[in-house]
């Protein structure tokens, strides 16, 4: 809503140069909806808008912003200016951002960021991809547990601009050991001569910096923490878990079941986003397994209808048919594969960014590369493991090759046309979808053998 | 963990009759870790010990327990001590827990609650399942605009104890008409002396009683609240909506994309508590218009080969190899629903209470309900759509029968085996099952028309 009206002012400021006009946008609205706005600018106006705001502001933003987005951004900003950027960023979310980056690209950056910043940044950046320590962010409120509560809260008051949260404040002993926790509603229900050490909980449920974000999800879930204590293996505290990285971590673990679903290996980023040569060795190993059982199958047919082999006369069409199930199979499989990346990517995708036409496009490029790489398949199967002729061969190869293709673009339009006649784009169930490639899939296996061998 | 060491000693106690021992039991843990605890148990178990503690900890633990489990100790519980329970349950957990309940219990346990409470619980249970109304809670701190921030910081601790959260304090105008939010950690960092009126953000986002859930839930993980303020339509606050409430519904979001992936139709409820004919039904449809299809491309088949008709000679097995598509799509197709279902619910159950074998045994029930469906189809299609002999659309049945049968209990099998191996059963795509379950298709078939019409 607020997309469609601000955006023509922010063109007009643009042309003008209006810099005070660009500084007073950036403030106007919650820095979450003024990124939602800029997210469907030009990478470089983002830049010149977000240069005019106040720096404090101008990281509330960027930190809004998409990752993706945020890595073009880098790309196009002045490396000065966007080191100042990263000195005030959140640590998780910077941590997050520089994992994206080249590694020259980062090593370039760092020399620019203070020394405290920088120790940080190399600490986080060390944790491996898939543990606590990825995602936590080290800005935590914490006291000694021997002050009273009118005297943490005067330290709080201290704390407060530089963390995450302070609703959770954990009380730490020596060498930063973890050993209570008192949440900010505890302190305020207290009265201010209490004895933090009395009103702290000391049995604190936390998490290990090496533990999976899986299961600092479920903990936080669980327990409708607004944060959970990171700690190492001596129990010091070593950063926090926020409420709001749940979110993204249950969706990308149910996201990554969803692919399995569909026998494609788990992408890391993105679908849009993922080079087309990734997206087609993740679908095409599993395509290819399942060509193999399609084939024993075929081996099956033959058994019973005993057509096969070129010397053979018995029935015209008996070596068509050994090949119907990896015919229909392949066009099934590589149509429920597209179907399901597409419908995903418009459920969680900004289409400002990506065009429909792109993800057709995607899907048919796809298509060509799976499609050849089974279409051999096919035919060396044909050839070498039925015995039959080069001609026959042939054709069960370019049929293949044909309904991989419609596969993969039926599995992008039909899911597209419903999302733009405004129903639900998942109603195309991958079922529905390989069982739509079939019956195209027969037509053009008995066009191609018309063709070729004239059945 | 705390499972296996605590659970025998509770047993102990009950054996014991031990109160002051459950009473501390329910003191010692985290309530969300007690009731973890408890879920093992039996319901009647449950109770007693629920009963051995405070009515606040007793609350706290209740509402820390899956929803049917909440369903199953109502009609344990008597209905006086429940409705003590019920009164003090949080507005957003008490109306989801009457809702899942029958009209008349309802309407027995209304009487017995106080006349504040039973209004609250009658205006949330009017909110549609599918809004936010039916997911928020009443219990939101609020202040009036004339207050400074010492009185308001006394003010809210007098609210406190009553609030989901303190964190969010909402500003009221004339008729609860929601004119600003200020956080707590605003409230702490300013001067006692302050105005809350200079402090407070009179840009307030806040969501529509008739919203989504799925649009409130999308808002807070964009904005990354805490809580979310729920207007009606003059502006008025009724509710606030919490981080906590999220999880579900983000995970509910997908979880529903996923079954129509499957071809289901999205259950309401988890799979395991889903009645039979529910799940059969939500299934059938969708097998029923696949078969349809494969019924088309058997006709297109029968144009090309020839085949069919009980008349024709031609080649002897041309009427089997017509039903090929349909006979491998149903099994398939029923197999891909089982494994999506079973996968998702060992993902998302706790094992401790539905068995490995139970799960199997649904899947087998289920096959046999719609097998029974299918294979009438496939008959009735087979003697009256394509003329086929009786003996020959009865092997057309009868395979469409056990294949699928073979389907449901592979479905759910295969998946169940790798988990218990420790591995992921996600890898059981749904299309490897579909092809495995083709490759047994087919020898089914086949045997099955040896056995009738000795082909």
Excluded at 187 to 212: H, T
Excluded at 215 to 227: C, T
Excluded at 248 to 253: L, R, Y
């Amino acid at each position: 809503m607020y997309k469609q009206l601000l955006q023509p002012d922010l063109w007009q400021m643009l042309q003008d140069e209006d810099e005070a006009g660009m500084a007073a946008f950036c403030d106007v609205l919650h820095p979450a909806a003024t990124a939602e706005i800029l997210d469907g600018l030009e990478t470089e106006q983002i830049w010149r808008i977000l240069s005019s705001c106040p720096l404090e502001r101008r990281r509330e933003i960027f930190e809004f912003l998409d990752l993706p987005l945020q890595v073009e951004l880098v790309d196009r900003a002045d490396r000065t200016e966007f080191s100042k950027l990263l000195e005030v960023m959140s640590s998780d979310d910077r941590a997050d951002l520089l994992a994206k980056l080249d590694t020259e690209h980062v090593e370039a950056l760092l020399p620019l960021v203070a020394a405290a910043e920088r120790n940080d940044i190399r600490k986080l950046l060390s944790f491996p991809d898939d543990s606590a320590g990825a995602i936590m962010t080290t800005e935590y409120a914490s006291l000694p547990e021997e002050v009273s509560v009118g005297e943490a809260l005067d330290r709080l008051r201290k704390q407060a601009p530089e963390r995450e949260t302070i609703y959770y404040v954990y009380i730490l002993g020596h060498g930063r050991r973890l050993d209570g926790v008192v949440s900010l509603r505890e302190l305020i229900l207290a009265k201010p001569e209490a004895s933090v050490a009395d009103l702290m909980n000391r049995d604190v449920i936390s998490v290990r910096v090496d533990d999976d974000p899986e299961e600092v999800a479920q903990v936080i879930a669980r327990y409708d923490f607004i944060a959970v204590p990171v700690v190492d293996e001596r129990n010091q505290l070593v950063g926090i878990v926020t409420h709001d990285d749940v979110y993204d971590v249950v969706a990308e673990e149910i996201e990554e079941d969803v692919q399995r679903f569909a026998a494609i290996e788990p992408l890391e980023d993105d679908y849009l986003l993922t080079p087309l040569r990734i997206v087609a060795w993740k679908r095409g190993g599993w395509l290819m397994f399942l060509a193999f059982v399609a084939l024993v199958t075929a081996q099956i047919l033959q058994y019973y209808e005993g057509g096969g082999g070129p010397d053979e006369a018995g029935n015209a069409t008996g070596w068509m048919i050994m090949f119907l199930p990896l015919v229909l199979a392949s066009g099934g499989n590589a149509g429920s594969q597209s179907a399901t990346l597409v419908i995903r990517s418009l459920a969680t995708t900004d289409r400002g960014r990506f065009g429909y036409g792109r993800m057709v496009l995607r899907e048919f490029n796809v298509g060509l590369v799976l499609g050849g790489v089974l279409a051999a398949t096919g035919f060396g199967a044909a050839l070498v493991w039925f015995q039959l002729t080069g001609m026959q061969s042939l054709v069960v190869g370019s049929t293949v090759y044909l309904v991989v293709l419609m596969g993969t673009v039926i599995g992008a339009i039909f899911p597209i046309t419903f999302e733009r006649q405004g129903m639900d784009p998942a109603i195309m169930s991958t079922p529905l979808i390989a069982a739509l490639v079939d019956v195209m899939g027969v037509v053009i296996y008995y066009s191609v053998a018309a063709v070729a061998v004239g059945t």
